[in-house]
């Protein structure tokens, strides 16, 4: 039998808390960690919402300017080759590590690997770069590179960690670091390593919000508490956050025979593409729905047996629809009809971190016995027909749950939890 990955801990900073008890406390309460916000200092901006970051602060690209909450410590030598999520990377995995009892001395015999998502920092590439061009090439700062481009969280984490197993970085926008689960589930399952570090991160700047005005894919409503509303006929795009989650994924051998709490099983992983834009959706959620069933095969279960699905939908009008006719095609055609929310009307979109972030968050409905309602849901989209959207979160029990992601270029990837025997 091959080995089988579980979840030996999971770490947070997220706009819904920065530890497991606030961030438990949210999802079953439904509070959501949006605040009105004011990018480029322009008020005539239309994006007035975001998933804000709290307690964490980073005026300058200037490293010796940033603060993070008090109960976390970050080198200061790690500092300098950090972007701003590289910064709650490194606080995510602290409360990972220790969660699932874990040390530096544990990560460096090459047993455990590490593989991290994020699109890097343009909040941090703009200045170098703008630097470069003012002194014709003569001037730049030594880690500008380091702190910038998408490989970022490998490079500093890999180093500073001191991981001698695999590590690898992954880009593929909102699929990405569903992806680095994935492949991590895979290194442990062909016996590679017995231990996988993951990490998902993305920066809260405007540099890397904004961007996706042009896009016409944020919302440009400004009340926080309806600006994102997955499902819901009036959703008119998604509310950007940032932060990190990181996953501690271990053999389920190698954690029993630790004696460590397992949260979850990771039983199956698929993935798809759509083959149809590099920016849009399948009309009929076709590369998703593939994802889907190729999970469920991965894991040898049937629809039926699925008690949650957490969404990838994002608020977005194009989006959230091709979901609901995948999900539709996947269960309801199959007589099945999960519990069904997306966490993101809670958070805001993460992103590369988005998959992380709500595979950590069906861990939790996991080993909490909870379902997360879905928040801010109003009036479901005509499509939804058939869906089961809880308004409120369950205290029920899932037993196995499905996670889905959709990035950029049709990238789709959903991983199957199961509850541990």
């Known amino acids: 039998m091959m080995p089988l990955p579980v979840i030996t801990g999971v770490g947070f900073i997220t706009s819904i808390g920065h530890d497991r008890a606030t961030v438990l406390r949210h999802l079953r309460e439904l509070r959501h960690g949006f605040e009105t916000v004011e990018f480029f200092g322009n008020p005539d901006l239309p994006v007035k919402v975001a998933g804000t970051i709290k307690g964490f602060a980073f005026p300058t690209t200037n490293w010796r300017d940033w603060s993070w909450p008090d109960q976390f410590s970050v080198d200061r030598e790690l500092l300098r080759g950090l972007a701003p999520h590289g910064v709650y990377a490194v606080c995510a995995l602290q409360q990972a590590l220790a969660e699932a009892g874990l040390d530096l001395a544990d990560l460096s015999d090459g047993t455990t690997g590490l593989f991290c998502a994020s699109a ?16 014709r090439g003569e001037r730049g700062n030594p880690m500008g590179i380091i702190s910038s481009i998408a490989g970022t969280l490998n490079f500093n984490l890999a180093a500073h960690y001191k991981i001698s197993g695999a590590v690898c970085g992954f880009v593929s926008a909102c699929a990405s670091s569903s992806h680095a689960l994935g492949y991590a589930m895979d290194e442990i399952r062909l016996g590679r390593q017995q231990r996988m570090l993951v990490v998902g991160a993305e920066d809260l700047t405007a540099e890397g919000i904004v961007s996706f005005s042009s896009l016409r894919a944020l919302s440009h409503n400004p009340d926080p508490n309806t600006a994102s ?7 008119d795009g998604f509310v950007g956050t940032g932060g990190a989650v990181a996953i501690i994924l271990e053999d389920a051998a190698v954690a029993r025979q630790r004696g460590v709490h397992i949260q979850a ?22 590369g998703l729905r593939e994802a889907m069933r190729r999970s469920l095969a991965d894991a040898s279960v049937n629809a039926s047996e699925i008690s949650y699905v957490n969404a990838h939908a994002t608020s977005t009008p194009g989006g959230d629809r091709s979901e609901a006719l995948a999900l539709r095609a996947v269960f309801n055609a199959n007589g099945a009809t999960p519990r069904i929310s997306s966490t993101k009307a809670l958070t805001g979109h993460g992103l590369s971190l988005a998959g992380a972030m709500e595979a950590a968050f069906c861990t939790l409905a996991i080993a909490e016995n909870f379902i997360p309602g879905a928040a801010h849901l109003t009036e479901p989209d005509p499509e939804c027909e058939g869906l089961d959207l809880p308004r409120t979160s369950l205290e029920e029990s899932p037993r196995l749950a499905l996670n889905n992601s959709s990035g950029f270029g049709g990238s789709n990837v959903c991983h199957v939890l199961r509850r541990p025997a």
């Open 120 to 135: 890097g920092s343009a909040f941090m590439l703009g200045p170098f770069l703008a630097q470069l061009h003012a002194t």
């Open 229 to 235: 509303r997955p499902f819901d006929r009036r959703r």
């Open 265 to 286: 099983e990771l039983i199956g992983w698929g993935q798809a593409g759509d083959g149809h834009s590099v920016a849009i959706s399948h009309p009929e959620g076709a």
